[in-house]
């Protein structure tokens, strides 16, 4: 968990970044060049057959399923091993993140009930993990571990849910054939996961020919990474490959031979869930790079007097911001107050409701999703740009709002579960919370 907070917040420095450059780079006398760049079309062809995609198409459709596939993997370990498996654990952050979808769509739509920009409600309903797991960086030990946890299951909860809309929402036409196809590949990766393969490359393989094929059926292709994430086993390794690892290290330092070495490598491969091992290599490709590279593909936005004056009477732009701020504050705050007064969860960890209220009003940060979504649901350019204006000020004010509140209210009101935080200490370390964990004499 610590590993995965320490990447979420430093891959969120680099996407402010590229999302600065980005609204730059589309704000310079050179402003055609941006569009111009990221529609160059890159493909392959192959006797008659041409497979190709923008720059935008490869990053938005391929790269980006990269992190679908990270947070399949997110939601598979927690539901196996992690916050998810406690019904009391989940329930607050499972009910804050309803709360924090249903609340801001209806925000939303009364707004834009028509026309349109209509379609574009499914903007609202996510909550941008690497920005929120930033913010709450810059608080250290101020912020009590348990919120992030908190804030953490509340994102996977709320990605699942964002998922699952864009699924069914966002598909505008199917192939069955395609479609066919990607079930019978899910199947296998279904029997692969019950067979509990530990080796990683029939994940690999199978997932490549499932993106294509989720891709040829008009479904978004991101959603192939997501199936590949839940699939992929999270298991604990059995106790027999564990216990088979010292026998081979010991083999190897007696013998030490390469064939010894592959094998000692292979006994410690199968003692690690390769969910796990999947998750080790491809999590900072997607915080590191894939993200910020979506964010300069998709964060600029040519902004002049006009733009601004229209999007400030735009009830797209309004809608969205105002749905992020009001709406996360809201609905997830209500919603987990609730489920804290009501007995079906608690918060323990020294958690107040003030913590809660900043943590409920940061999750209006809506970033990476609400900007993937934009490029789903509108295809006027005028829409997206307004959308667009409507993410990034509502994200700023939510990032304010929260910081101002967990910074100046953090201590002042009751705790959530009093009594909870008087056991034994959260699982994440005092001190600074992403610091590298110290060797022990």
């Not at 939601?75 to 249903?102: F, N, Q, Y």
């Not at 909550?127 to 908190?150: K, M, N, S």
């Not at 991101?222 to 390794?237: I, M």
């Not at 004056?309 to 009001?326: D, E, N, W």
């Amino acid at each position: 968990m610590r590993a995965f907070l320490a990447t979420e917040a430093g891959g969120a420095m680099l996407l402010l970044a590229t999302s600065l450059a980005a609204l730059v780079w589309a704000n310079t006398p050179w402003h055609h060049t941006y569009e111009t760049f990221w529609s160059t079309p890159l493909g392959v062809t192959v006797g008659d057959r041409d497979f190709s995609l923008t720059l935008e198409g490869w990053v938005n459709d391929a790269a980006m399923a990269v992190f679908f596939l990270v947070i399949g993997l997110e939601i598979s370990r927690e539901v196996t091993v992690g916050e998810l498996r406690d019904r009391r654990s989940v329930a607050v952050p499972a009910l804050g993140a309803l709360g924090g979808l249903c609340v801001p769509i209806l925000i939303y739509l009364a707004f834009n009930h028509t026309g349109q920009a209509a379609h574009g409600w499914g903007v609202v309903m996510s909550t941008d993990t690497a920005f929120l797991i930033g913010v709450l960086a810059l608080f250290g030990p101020r912020c009590p571990d348990q919120l992030r946890l908190f804030l953490l299951t509340l994102a996977v909860v709320d990605d699942l849910g964002a998922i699952t809309v864009m699924a069914v929402a966002y598909t505008s036409h199917a192939s069955w054939v395609a479609l066919g196809i990607a079930v019978v590949l899910v199947g296998v990766l279904g029997w692969l996961r019950w067979m509990r393969e530990w080796r990683l490359w029939p994940y690999v393989v199978v997932g490549l020919a499932l993106w294509a094929a989720v891709h040829a059926s008009g479904v978004h292709a991101t959603l192939a990474g997501v199936a590949l994430g839940l699939l992929v086993p999270a298991f604990p390794a059995r106790a027999d490959d564990v216990a088979a690892v010292p026998a081979y290290a010991r083999r190897l330092a007696l013998e030490t031979t390469a064939e010894q070495q592959h094998l000692t490598e292979l006994a410690a491969r199968a003692a690690v869930p390769a969910s796990d091992r999947l998750q080790r290599v491809l999590h900072p490709w997607s915080a590191f790079v894939v993200v910020p590279v979506f964010g300069l593909a998709n964060a600029g936005v040519h902004v002049d007097g006009a733009t601004l004056r229209a999007a400030a009477t735009s009830p797209l732009t309004v809608g969205i911001a105002v749905a992020l701020v009001a709406g996360n504050a809201v609905g997830i705050f209500g919603a987990a107050s609730i489920a804290l007064r009501t007995g079906l969860g608690q918060l323990p960890g020294r958690v107040r409701y003030s913590h809660l209220l900043g943590g409920a009003m940061l999750a209006g940060i809506g970033f990476t999703i609400a900007l993937f979504v934009t490029a789903l649901a509108f295809d006027d350019p005028v829409l997206r740009d307004q959308a667009k204006i409507g993410i990034l000020a509502g994200s700023l004010v939510a990032a304010v709002l929260g910081s101002v509140v967990l910074r100046w209210m953090g201590e002042r009101w009751p705790l959530c579960s009093p009594g909870a935080g008087d056991g034994p200490p959260p699982a994440l370390p005092a001190g600074p919370w992403f610091a590298p964990e110290q060797p022990v004499s």
